[in-house]
């Protein structure tokens, strides 16, 4: 996931999350509503809530604020929202998902389509890079929890299938049907993760020019600024000097 990393340390230097950190309670409000209206309100009986509730706490979003998103679940008034994927390519040919939870198709599949466009890319249909990529679960551990090799060895004795430690933590992937139990048994070794959820994992990534890929760059932080825009993923490799200059 080496684009996909990329971006997520640039967003981490320039310390956007902060800048932004209203717009993301919002969005992560809004997958915490969702989940909860789809299953059950209890965490521990609804992977996908326990999930969302463990991203919502990673950015210090306050209690208060998740369980208010819960309980908006339950009420009669909850918004309906629809889940929708869109596909496309970025400069450079990089391949591009995003996911979305909207209640506006029309206005949200424009907004997509322009952004797309404005940035020197295109929509596609779905199905057209999605293929590209392998539908996967991820449990993610701060660094200092564990060595790069006593998390290699609880992940494999959890039925993981890769690890990937670096300067920004640990992570690690197992299918999607055994993600709950993965994540349950790293959970009872090293505490609770930062994340565990299911994602996009590009199998192989494309290496892209500076040009391209400060271009790419905008378009994929335009995208994560959109407010109906949940995740973005890429298959997509930078070089170093493209990831300074962009984490200025």
Known sequence: MA???QFKNIMHRKGRQDAMRSKLFGKLAREITVAAKLGSPDPAMNARLRAAMLAARAENMPKDNIERAIKKALGNDAESFDEIRYEGYGPGGAAIIVE????NRNRTASDVRSTFSKCGG???ETGAVSFMFNRVGVVEFALPVASADAMLEAAVEAGAEDVVSGEHGHEVYASADSL???AKALEARFGEPRKAALVWKPQNSVVIDDDS???LLKLIETLNEHDDVQNVYANFEVSEALMAKMSA
């Open 3 to 5: 684009g996909h990393s």
């Open 100 to 103: 979305v939870l909207t209640d």
């Open 122 to 124: 295109n929509l596609a």
């Open 180 to 182: 709950n139990e993965v």
């Open 213 to 215: 890929g400060e271009k």
